[in-house]
C-alpha cells in the first residue's frame, strides 16, 4: 500500500474518531416512554376495536403542533404564513386538520396537488424538479390559489408556453439551491437568480414575485442562516424597481423535531467505521442522540437573520414549509406479537412495508410493550413478518416480557414513514383516528 495513501486513511479514520458523539440518556427515553404508558388503554382498546396492525392518527397532537409552530414563527416575524409539506404524511385527514389550522399546503406533484384543492388549502405552493405539462396544467387551472415554484429556466419557458396558450396569469416565485448544499437537482444556483429574474420579470403571464430555498435535515438553523446571509449579499446589489417585486421570501421546512435525532450508535459514522472493520457490531450497543434546537430559538435565529439581512431591502411577507416537525408524533403503529422463536427473537404481525424503508438499521425508536408495560428494556430481535431478511423493527422492547398475542406499539411514526409505505407481500395496515 502506498505510503500517502495509508496516511490518507489514517487521517480520515482519525477525525471520524475525534467526533463527540452523545449518548442518548436513558432518563429522557424513560419519560418519554411513561407518557406514552399513560395511554395504554385507549390504545389497547383501539387493537380490540379494529384489529392488528394499526397506524394511530392523533389529530390533537397534530393540532398542538401546528399553533406551536405558528406562535413561534408569527411571535418573531411581522408578515409569515405556514404551508405544511404534504410529502411528509400524505393521509388526507392530516391535511385537512392543518386546513383548519389555516396552514397553506406545499406540493411536489400533480397528485400532492390535486389532494391539496381537495383538502380545501386556499394557498398552495408548488415546488420541485422536473413538473410534467399535465402538471404544469393542472396548476394553472387552480391559478387563483396556486403559486409556482419555479425550479429552472427550462420550466419558466414551458409554463409560460402553457400560461399563454391559455391566457392564464399565475404567481410564481424560483427556487435557488441553497450555497451550502450539494443538491444540484433542486432550483437554480444563487448566481442566475438575478439573470432569471431579468428574463421573467416582463413575462406576461407568469408573475414573479418570490424566492424560495428549502434547506433539508437541519437539527439547527445553521444552513437556513447561511442561505439567508448570502440571498441578502445577492440581492443588494439589485435596483430598487426588482427589490419591489419581490413580495415573499420562502425559505422551505426542514426543522428537527424537539426530541432530536435518535440513532443506533451504529448508525453514526463511528459506528459505520466499527462495523466495517471488525464484521457486524452489535446492535444494542449504545443509542445516540443529536440534540435539536428548539422551533422557538429557531424561528428567533431566522427571524434575526432576515431581519440583518432582507427587511432593510424587501418588506416581504416569509412563507415556511415544515413537514416533519408538524407530524412526526401525530401517527403511531400499533403491532402484535404473532411468534416467539427464542427468548430474545419474535416476530411482529406487520411487515416494514407499513414504514416504506430499512428505518430502523439506523433510527432508535423505543418499542413499547403495551400488553407488559413496565420501565426496563430488555434486548430482543423484533422482526417484521415479511419473507424477506431486511424487516426489523427494533433489538429491543421496554417491557416486563414479550409474549404472542402482545401489543407494542411503535410510537412518532407520522414523518416520511407513513408516506412512505408500500404494498410489499402485506398489506399496509389502516390509518384509525384516536380520540
Ligand atoms: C421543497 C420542500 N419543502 C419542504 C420540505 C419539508 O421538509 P421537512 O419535512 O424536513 O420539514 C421538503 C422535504 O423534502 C421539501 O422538499
Known sequence: MKADFRELVQSHVDRILEETIEPLPEEIVRSYISQLVERQMDFMALVQRHGSPLYVFDQQALQK??????????????????FFAMKSNNHPLVAATLVEEHFGLDVSSGTELHAAIVAGAEEIMFSGPGKTQSELTLALEHADRVTMLIDSFGEFERLQAIACDRHTPIRA???????????RKFGIPLEELLPF?????????????????????????????????????????????????ITF??????????????????ATRQGKLLSFLEGAADPIEGRCLVPATPIDSFAEQLATSLEENIFDLVKCRICIEPGRWICNDAMHLLLTVVDKKDKNLVIVDA?????????????????????????????????????????????????????????????????????????????????????
Open 65 to 82: 403542533r401546528a399553533r406551536k409552530l405558528q406562535r413561534a414563527f408569527e411571535r418573531v416575524l411581522p408578515q409569515v404564513s405556514c
Open 249 to 266: 421570501l420562502d425559505i422551505g421546512g426542514g426543522f428537527w423535531p424537539p426530541q432530536g435525532e435518535w440513532l443506533l450508535h451504529k
Open 173 to 183: 416565485g424560483v427556487r435557488i439551491t441553497p450555497p451550502t448544499s450539494t443538491w
Open 197 to 245: 429574474w431579468e428574463k421573467a420579470k416582463s413575462s406576461d403571464f407568469v408573475h414573479l414575485c418570490g424566492i424560495q430555498f428549502h434547506s433539508s435535515w437541519n437539527h439547527h438553523p445553521t444552513n437556513q442562516i447561511a442561505t439567508i446571509q448570502a440571498i441578502g449579499r445577492a440581492i443588494r446589489l439589485w435596483p430598487k424597481s426588482l427589490l419591489d417585486q
Open 351 to 435: 411487515g416494514t412495508n407499513a414504514i416504506g424503508w430499512e428505518r430502523f438499521e439506523s433510527d432508535y425508536a423505543p418499542i413499547v410493550n403495551l400488553s407488559r408495560p413496565a420501565e426496563t428494556e430488555h434486548p430482543c430481535q423484533i422482526y417484521g413478518s415479511l419473507c424477506t431478511p431486511e424487516d426489523v423493527w427494533g433489538y429491543a422492547y421496554w417491557g416486563e416480557d414479550i409474549l404472542p398475542g402482545d401489543v407494542l406499539l411503535v410510537p412518532d411514526q407520522g414523518a416520511y414513514t407513513y408516506s412512505l409505505r408500500q404494498y410489499f407481500i402485506k398489506p399496509v395496515p389502516p390509518v384509525i383516528p384516536i380520540k
